[in-house]
């Protein structure tokens, strides 16, 4: 089997002739726009072939040498310039931009214009890659809507059509590039070059061909001040995590071949101590297809969610999925070889409300229905061969310069979070499964403003002596400790719940207020905009997309009072990722299960019960159609301790225990929890 490299290298061959030719074209594109200052289309041709062209020196440029013989400053000014369309006070006035853009061209042809730019602007990656059978793709594309549009002139459906054709020619190759770079062994470029580049020459940072911040750098120069011995602790701490996922679970990961790594450009020297530590002592190839660059401008992101709108129907949809499970059947072999994946989540950037503007593309209500059968169908694909019952994963938290000037104590503080005692958290969340388990539901309440009331009902144990309804969850796979958490039922779960503020999926939501009745978001709201219309989109659109209401899909009391007290000492709640926050109090999911996928996989606590709530009404849908009982999306939303009035098991003959009143700990042998909020200032 070819190497991936070689794979790229072989359809670069395949496409080099059409790529020299097609770059005729766009240089013939740029000169006759050229000094058009008075006709907006060629202006705009012009500007895009400019992306195009530059790239194409980029890509002829770039090589390792380039890296060892070029200053960091000259570097600076090359990445900035490969992505300038999307810097600062650039977007406002690029295509990019669909504000801009239907400024320019009016609603249809600024909205379509806009989605064309952000096709050409891939480019820019693809030529930092070396990947030049795709920016051939991407010339021809161009090259066809600028002859379309010499043709037709301003012929909206013909030139929309270009569009269309050119999303549904690519689907197989680029679904079936998207495994293999995902999941095969052969792809190890990256895996290769971090074992060997030396970390301590920053240049290596402008490799990736991302945007590289002043903060990219301080978070590479951070880690290479701290000693090997600390890296190692902490690596070591994750990888083992990984691996007691399996354990946990009663999964074999020696029947697997890789694992999947992620982490965020900067932080490269904790994953060349990972992929050592996961590679001699537990025999697993690291994978690592991609590095992922900072938040420089998730303007541009949101703005862009939504291109779809253009071309997504029922042919699409139809294509789409064909495309897709004959691109997983042929990668069948490589996906099943995969272990799971691990991640490196980066926190520290300032929370993102983002400008809701009226030029953005929105899917319509069936177009929504669409994008959710899409999305069920080919999760069920993959899990065919990429089964939950078979991998684990691991997640681990780490802040960024962006979280500001005490970064680097930050740093440490969540590195004492990171490493706390997995066996000593557990003895602890003992107490409160215990007593849990003798309820049929539990009641919260909010205080100091809040408004929760909120009731959730729990499975019935049919034999407690060997059964219990909660997952003692330590540091495994969601690196700190830890939570106990539950499938809730839905008859029965009934009640608001209110949180003043929050950042979910790094969106801001002021006063967001859910309603369930039985179990289903019934109602909603927030106060971010002036008017509910605009409030009730909001969520729908960023919450609850694709759907029109979630199930609740987990109820949990994270434990994790350091996380909380040194979140409150920092000023950091609202940018801590929901990884952590969902350790630092109580929380509620809507969407999927944590065991979408795996319910009927027996699993089983520390003390040897087995852990029944597994399903709900909802996911017991997949008996008869799996493709409707999964949602694929799991939002946990959790109420600060200071806001939380009481939370009580309430037992079938209505007697009660309190778990936690007015903000503390209350249950026998859980105070040692309050250690850490009796500090909070």
Known sequence: ???????????????????????????????????????????????????????????????????????????????????????????????????????????????????ISAIVYSVNAFACEHIIYKMAYVFSFFNDYYKTWQENNENYEVLLKVLNDYQLSHLYESSSDSYYKRFSSENDFYTRWIKDVDLSDLRYLFYYGSYISDNDIKIAKFLNSLTQEKIDRVMHQTAKAYILGFKEGDKDFTKKKTVALYFRVGMERLAKSLVNEIESKYGLKVLISVIIPGKYNQQYNYDHRFDSALFLDDEFKKNLLVETEKAIEDNKEIIQECSGNIYFDPFGDKPFAPENKKECLKLNDQQMKLNQEIRANMSMMINKYYKRSEISFCIIGFPTPEIGEKFEEIFDKTIDINMLDHEHWLKIQQYLIDALDQADRVLVKGTNGNRTNLTVKLPTLDNPEKQTNFNNCGATVNIPVGEVFNTPQLTGTNGNLHISETFLNSLYYKDLDIKF?????????????????????????????????????????????????????????????????????????????????????????????????????????RKEDPSKAYTNCHVDITLPYEEIGVIQAVKPNGDTIDIIKNGRFVLKGTEELNTYLDDIK
């Open 1 to 115: 089997m070819k190497t991936k490299q070689t794979l790229i290298q072989k359809k670069n061959e395949q496409s080099q002739k059409d790529y020299e030719e097609l770059f005729v074209k766009i240089k013939k594109i740029n000169t006759e726009t050229a000094n058009q200052s008075g006709d907006k289309w060629k202006v705009f041709f012009y500007e895009l072939s400019l992306i195009m062209l530059n790239a194409v020196k980029v890509e002829k440029d770039i090589s390792e040498e380039y890296f060892k013989i070029h200053s960091i400053e000259h570097l600076k000014e090359l990445n900035v310039k490969l992505n300038k369309e999307v810097l600062f006070d650039n977007y406002k006035q690029s295509y990019l931009n669909p504000k801009y853009s239907v400024q320019v061209f009016g609603e249809k042809f600024g909205q379509l214009n806009s989605v």
């Open 517 to 621: 009745e039985d179990g289903r978001i019934a109602e909603y709201n927030c106060k971010n905009y002036d008017n509910d219309e605009d409030n009730k989109k909001y969520i729908e659109e960023n919450l609850i997309f694709p759907h029109k209401s979630l199930p609740l899909g987990e109820f949990a009391i994270g434990t994790n009072t350091l996380a909380y007290a040194v979140a409150k000492k920092y000023k950091i709640l609202d940018v801590l990722p929901i990884l952590i926050i969902e350790k630092m109090g109580p929380h509620f999911a809507i969407g999927d299960t944590c065991y979408s996928w795996e319910e009927d996989t027996p699993v089983f606590n520390p003390d040897g019960k087995e852990i029944i709530s597994r399903d709900n009404e909802h996911t017991l849908i």
